[in-house]
């Protein structure tokens, strides 16, 4: 009598800790009741030849869709100190970009992916780094360093396009994952 | 002692005025640092400027334009932190290399910067060209 009250404590215990953690797999987690015009996995691409030139000379030209406007808003007032590299520009071509940028930011989105990133943001934080978005590190948090930090070819989950094949046409379809090194992702 | 190096300078330096007549890019871009003050080009200078580290405060201590662009200009680059590949800097093997001024201005500015911890003066930037170019 006592063993199966024990046995079930514990299968009481184990349940109630694997509940949340099943449920905060479950990507529906991150969406609201909204309905939005794309449904699909992946945010929109970047077309806009000045934000490929400008932006996408020294990494792959990230989509406006991966952060909120006041996010880019505080990024773009201080390009001259860019995560320690030099981005500045000349004051037209800036203004032109913010324009862009906060147009087509996460929160302003109809892409379902892009408003998965700015609702995980809390209301009075301004995340500069993708990568250190809530929704972010929960998509990443399974991947051991080796394939990351440790890995010469990618060096840093900013270089999304060293694993996400077609992240520069805002794409992050499981499907096309490929670590370098290590190869397809499995579940 | 003085002699030497006199007639060295005169081997490799050329008056700003007189070079490359063949490529208007360059050429206007010459006149406006001559207009600042570069007199003599000097390629080997640009190229000693290019290999030549600086220190840093930061992530990176050492740096040096071959950081990113290597010491080969004819062979691709990789930008330092983010890893991304950067196409040769030579015209010679890359005709998208030093076709616009604005381009050429901006990474001047920005690369110095980062580079050295201060802009380039007219005098450096025009060896940078000669050696980039020639």
Same mark, same amino acid.
């Given at each position: ?7 079930? /404590?514990?299968?009481? $215990? ?29 945010? /929109? ?7 490929? !030139? ?11 869709? %991966? ?12 390009? #001259? ?6 981005? #500045?520009?000349?004051?037209? $071509? !800036?203004?032109?970009?913010?324009? %862009? ?30 990568? #250190? $978005?809530?929704?972010?590190?929960? !998509? ?8 990351? $930090?440790?890995?010469? !070819? ?7 396009? /060293? ?25 | ?22 490529? =208007? =890019? *360059? ?5 406006? +640092? ?15 400027? &290019? ?15 071959? @950081?990113?662009? =290597?010491?080969?200009? =004819? ?19 890359? @005709? ?7 381009? *050429?201005?901006? &990474? ?5 910067? &980062? ?17 980039? +170019?020639?």
């Amino acid at each position: 009598m006592k063993n199966t009250l024990a046995i079930s /404590a514990v299968i009481f $215990t184990v349940g109630f800790v694997t509940i949340p953690v099943v449920w905060s797999d479950d990507d529906d987690h991150w969406e609201g009741m909204e309905e939005y015009k794309h449904q699909s996995t992946g945010v /929109a691409a970047v077309t806009n030849t000045v934000y490929r !030139e400008e932006c996408g000379s020294c990494h792959m030209a990230y989509s406006p869709g %991966l952060l909120p406007a006041n996010s880019w808003m505080k990024m773009m007032s201080g390009l #001259e100190n860019h995560f320690g590299d030099n981005a #500045e520009l000349d004051a037209g $071509t !800036e203004k032109s970009i913010t324009d %862009l940028l906060l147009a087509n930011s996460a929160d302003r989105s109809d892409y379902r992916r892009a408003r998965k990133f700015s609702r995980s943001i809390q209301l009075n934080d301004t995340p500069l780094r993708i990568s #250190e $978005t809530p929704y972010f590190r929960h !998509e990443h948090d399974e991947i051991p360093n080796r394939m990351v $930090t440790g890995n010469p !070819e990618v060096k840093s989950f900013s270089h999304c396009n /060293a694993c996400h094949t077609r992240a520069e046409q805002g794409s992050f379809n499981e499907h096309d994952i490929r670590i370098p090194g290590y190869g397809r992702w499995d579940d | 002692m003085k002699a030497p190096y006199l007639i060295f300078v005169v081997l490799v330096s050329t008056h700003i005025n007189s070079v490359l007549a063949d490529n =208007t =890019t *360059i050429n206007s871009l010459l006149q406006s +640092y001559a207009a600042k003050g570069a007199t003599e080009v000097n390629a080997e200078q640009g190229q000693y400027l &290019w290999q030549k580290t600086y220190p840093a405060n930061g992530e990176f201590s050492q740096r040096s334009c071959a @950081s990113c662009h =290597t010491e080969k200009l =004819t062979a691709p680059g990789k930008h330092v932190k983010t890893n991304k590949p950067i196409e040769p800097m030579a015209p010679s093997v890359n @005709s998208q290399r030093l076709t616009d001024q604005k381009k *050429i201005e901006k &990474w001047f500015k920005r690369n110095c910067k &980062w580079t050295m911890g201060r802009e380039c003066t007219a005098q450096e930037k025009a060896d940078f060209l000669v050696y980039l +170019y020639k």
